[in-house]
Nanobody
């Protein structure tokens, strides 16, 4: 499984960005796709996830109401729409996939990060 993240950039507070995570390879066993972020000096933490079946979403409290995760199955891509960005959203954003094989073993795949910088 390969994950390719894109869409980061430099914006001002209050503006929006949309991140994309395109997946390729053996994607049929991906159960959950998500976005995580890591700010300098901090641990990587959850931003949002979406299930492959049913599209059930989950968000970190800090982004609820501002960020929306969605998926386009035809394009094998997961998006993170980020509105009302704040300086504290500044981080490297990573997409992640939870892949489960026929035996039930779970594997985590990570894409390369994309930098999001929000200026005040």
């Amino acid at each position: 499984v390969q994950l390719q993240a894109s869409g980061g950039g430099l914006v001002q507070a209050g503006e929006s960005l949309r991140l994309s995570c395109s997946t390729s390879g053996s994607i049929f066993n991906i159960k959950v796709t998500g976005w995580y972020r890591q700010a300098p000096g901090k641990q990587r933490g959850l931003v949002a996830t979406i299930t492959s079946g049913g599209g059930i979403t989950n968000y970190a409290d800090s982004v609820k109401g501002r960020f929306t995760i969605s998926r386009d199955n035809a394009k094998n891509t997961v998006y993170l729409q980020m509105n009302s960005l704040k300086p504290e959203d500044t981080a490297v954003y990573y997409c992640n996939a939870v892949w489960v094989d026929a035996g039930g073993s779970t594997f985590l795949y990570w894409g390369q990060g994309t930098q999001v910088t929000v200026s005040s």
